[in-house]
């Protein structure tokens, strides 16, 4: 486990945030974690509409966020996304999870197998005037509008390192937000750990003014406007930042 430690300012006190970047979850980490995930992204989309976040019908903001971090959860424990945490006086406050861009490549030729395999017994069952399964066909579906979105982003990709998720405990003291500066620490915790990474990458809302602020104070620079598609529209642009060759993040 890598562990850093900083120095922060507040209340007149010194405190100590420490980054750990954890190799297994406990289920006390888990929940943790996922609490943080839930308060911050609740706090932070509280003026947005579900059609404003492209919810589907039978989502809530609640069950949405709990499925995201659910899945990151999953493919964490697969070693596919790597966790780090920032703790004050032992209580977790943020974490930042991270994927390092090979993983994207190595998916990006499991789903080509799974492409060409159900690809090639859709197409067989057709030539024998058999009926198509159902799930293979939606399975197919799938597999083709993953395999498109990887290969649409990694073609635009130069980096080596993905930021997946970013979030922070809310902080607020005498009845106003505070900043406390745990997120800026994650996220230098990932420059630290990926000194030799070309570039880091990531994205997040168009309507998330005070992330991509965030992001453009950290050295981030906004390099394209894209979309998913899903039952609606979602809107991102992606940010990058470059090292230069001597290993110091520009």
Not at 46 to 65: F, G, I, N, V
Not at 113 to 136: D, I, P
């Amino acid at each position: 486990m890598h562990v850093r430690m900083f120095s922060t300012q507040i209340d007149k006190r010194e405190i100590f945030p420490i980054v750990e970047w954890h190799d297994e979850l406990s289920e006390s980490l888990k929940k943790r974690v996922k609490k943080i995930h839930v308060d911050s992204f609740l706090d932070l989309y509280k003026s947005y509409s579900k059609e404003d976040l492209a919810l589907m019908d039978d989502q809530t903001k609640e069950s949405w966020l709990s499925e995201m971090i659910d899945e990151e959860f999953n493919n964490i424990e697969k070693g596919k996304i790597h966790l780090a945490t920032i703790s004050v006086r032992n209580e977790v406050v943020g974490f930042v999870t991270c994927i390092v861009a090979h993983f994207s490549k190595n998916r990006c030729k499991e789903l080509l197998r799974e492409q060409l395999k159900l690809g090639g017994e859709l197409a067989l069952a057709k030539e024998q005037n058999l009926s198509e399964n159902k799930f293979k066909v939606s399975q197919y579906e799938k597999v083709k509008a993953e395999l498109a979105w990887f290969k649409g982003r990694i073609s635009d990709l130069k980096s080596d390192v993905y930021v997946s998720l970013l979030a922070v405990k809310p902080y607020c003291y005498k009845g106003e937000k505070g900043h406390l500066g745990f997120g800026s620490q994650l996220m230098q915790a990932v420059e630290d750990r990926y000194c030799n990474a070309n570039s880091i990458t990531l994205d997040t809302r168009r309507i998330n003014e005070s992330g991509r602020k965030f992001y453009q104070r950290l050295g981030f620079v906004e390099v394209e406007n894209f979309t998913f598609s899903s039952h609606n529209m979602l809107k991102y642009v992606g940010c990058e930042k470059t090292v230069d060759r001597k290993g110091a993040f520009l």
